[in-house]
């Protein structure tokens, strides 16, 4: 088994930055990418970002393109996301996520909530 947990959520204004990250733990030698997602409420969960072990291939929502940063360092098993210039419409319980490829998320962390007044 894969544990994540996150971390870095919180109240920003808008036009503010967070930085979350996300610890993997446990069984982690299969895991091949990282990412998060997010759920608004009343909202159905979307895609935010992802990205390889390499840190070559990154992927990023519409949403958040040009805004954020994804990152991650292997030796600690820790991926982070940078967002910047937050709206009110980036609040919303973010997620991380971890599995064999991108797109085949087998482990989710527990969430932290971002908050973003105007």
């Known amino acids: 088994q894969v544990q994540l947990v996150e971390s870095g959520g919180g109240l920003v204004q808008a036009g503010e930055s967070l930085r979350l990250s996300c610890a993997a733990s446990?069984?982690?030698?299969?895991?091949?990418?990282m990412g998060w997602f997010r759920q608004a409420p009343g909202k159905e969960r979307e895609f935010v970002s992802a990205?390889?072990?390499?840190?070559?291939?990154?992927y990023y929502a519409n949403s958040v393109t040009g805004r954020s940063t994804i990152s991650r360092d292997n030796a600690k098993n820790t991926v982070y996301l940078q967002m910047n210039s937050l709206k009110p419409e980036d609040t919303a319980v973010y997620y991380c996520?971890?599995?064999?490829?991108?797109?085949?998320?087998?482990?989710w962390g527990q969430g932290t909530q971002v908050t973003v007044s105007s």
């Open positions: 446990g069984r982690t030698f299969g895991i091949n990418a």
């Open positions: 996520v971890a599995g064999s490829s991108i797109g085949v998320y087998d482990y």
């Open positions: 990205i390889t072990n390499s840190g070559n291939d990154r």
